[in-house]
């Protein structure tokens, strides 16, 4: 090789490196939000709003006083009148649909928002709607799911709720292959953002390349979420969720608790009122947790930013409005 080319070679390569030239990389969903790649971003969201007094008021609190940057809605339930009273009156809030498909308690129960001689498999014998998914997965069928999840976002669209993003109460829309479409239908025709899996979570449900069927559609969602950490709660819930923060690697990462406040309303509803009211308090009260995350930077963050981002790269979507 002639001395010439050599001499070319080495000024065109630093181009290609850094220069005009270079090919650079797809954007992180941080640096899509305005954020470098290496920062933490955290969305700790409260699942099971609307479902009663309690949670309601425990959810409220959480945002106003605590860590809380976003929550979800159960439509079906009591209590969502409340809390989208809530949301209407409080436009910056961030609440999403928590598309609920069940009713799996045993003595405070609910239907449909669907008239149900449209969803006749998602209702039970006593009127309810199923206890569980597998119930859901014998009886009912995708096309009633969408038709009840349709409903459920309508619903609060019309009552004033601005709408950020969904997920599935109990994972029936994400545990099932068959129900999958149903959930990205939904996100597609309201043009919101969906709680996904991470990656590691997917492979082992056998769900390798969810992530980018959804991504492909324009759908956004986290990087990374807290799921098959759950288990280590039982050794404690504010030191499982003090290691999690820990733990956390850049990008955006969700988690979802239950917030609500200890009343005998709670007590009657929930076995599990003891671990709600201990996850309430974490993330509200316990200055260990804000220290924390203060100490170690991170960012916290709602789904309205994930929603925008979606929305503006996705323009042509029809958007509902309420």
Known sequence: MTLLKLSIIAMVMPLLACGPLAISAEPTLAEKLGYKPTDKLLIINGDDVGMSHSANMATISA????????ATIMVPC???????NYAKTHPKSDFGI?????????????????????????????????GDEDAVYKASNPKEALIEGRAQI???????????????HMGTLQLNPDYIDTYLQLALEFNLPARMASAQTLHRFGQSGLREKFAAKGIVFTDHFIYDELPMAKNGVKKFWMQVIKDLKPGVTELYIHAQLTTDEAKAISGSWKTRTEEYETFTNDPDVKKLIKDRGIILIGYHALRDLQRKTSPTRTTPTK
């Open 154 to 168: 309508q619903k609060a669209l019309n009552s004033g709720v601005d709408v950020t993003h969904i997920d599935s």
């Open 98 to 130: 928590h598309l609920t498909h069940t009713s799996e308690w045993r003595f405070y129960r609910w239907g449909p928002v669907a008239s149900k001689h449209l969803v006749p498999g998602l209702v039970d014998p006593d009127g309810y709607l199923w």
């Open 63 to 70: 945002m106003e006083n605590g860590l809380m940057t976003s």
């Open 78 to 84: 009591p209590w969502f009148p409340e809390i989208a």
